[in-house]
């Protein structure tokens, strides 16, 4: 158990900075559906790994940075919504 969440926290702390880096070298759009995705997987995943390790500052964090990924996430849903139906 201890390597598959150590794995976890890996893929989390890779997915996040994958992410941060497209978006600054202007090869991903900060405010898209891919780059979301990509941040909530990655705090979740991180998340899940501080709180096995009782990291909880870091739970904390990547709690609110998984809650801004979900709001956006729901803003980018509802706006396609309306798009195709208008």
């Known amino acids: 158990m201890d390597f598959l969440l150590t794995v976890v926290g890996w893929l989390g702390a890779a997915l996040l900075l994958t992410g941060y880096g497209l978006v600054s070298s202007s090869r991903m759009s900060g405010d898209g559906l891919t780059y979301q995705i990509i941040n909530l997987v990655g705090s979740v995943s991180l998340m899940i790994n501080s709180a096995y ?29 309306r798009t195709v139906a208008g």
């Open 53 to 81: 390790s009782s990291a909880w500052p870091s739970v904390g964090l990547n709690f609110v940075w998984a809650a801004i990924g979900v709001v956006a996430l729901a803003k980018l849903v509802r706006l396609r919504t």
